[in-house]
Nanobody, 123 residues
């Protein structure tokens, strides 16, 4: 099996910065894409940023120019650098991984989620 362990997050004033990281651990898997989603109170979970194995990134419009997603394939770790944070960025942020997991003698597509980490932007 695979586990996603998140770190980072916390509280910051508007205009501040925070960084998140998420490491995938386990065995017999190959990651295709990793990303971050967020869910604010009373709202649906939404994609924030995603990066595929080749390095191509996808960020939601509201964070473009402020957030950067990077990935270290050697460590199976994805990072989210969040700058110029706004109160509307307040949410629980979840790490997500799309991967191939070896089950018996074949590989199966699986999706995993982290436990979530709180990001609060407030003055």
């Amino acid at each position: 099996q695979v586990q996603l362990v998140e770190s980072g997050g916390g509280s910051v004033q508007p205009g501040g910065s925070l960084s998140l990281s998420c490491a995938a651990s386990g065995s017999d898997f190959s990651i295709y894409a990793m990303g971050w989603y967020r869910q604010a109170p009373g709202k649906q979970r939404e994609l924030v940023a995603r990066i595929i194995s080749g390095g191509e990134t996808n960020l939601t419009d509201s964070v473009k120019g402020r957030f950067t997603i990077t990935r270290d394939n050697t460590k199976n770790t994805v990072y989210l650098q969040m700058n110029s944070l706004r109160p509307e960025d307040t949410a629980v942020y979840y790490c997500n991984a799309d991967l191939l997991l070896r089950v018996d003698y074949r590989f199966e597509a699986r999706q995993y989620w982290g436990q979530g980490t709180q990001v609060t932007v407030s003055s």
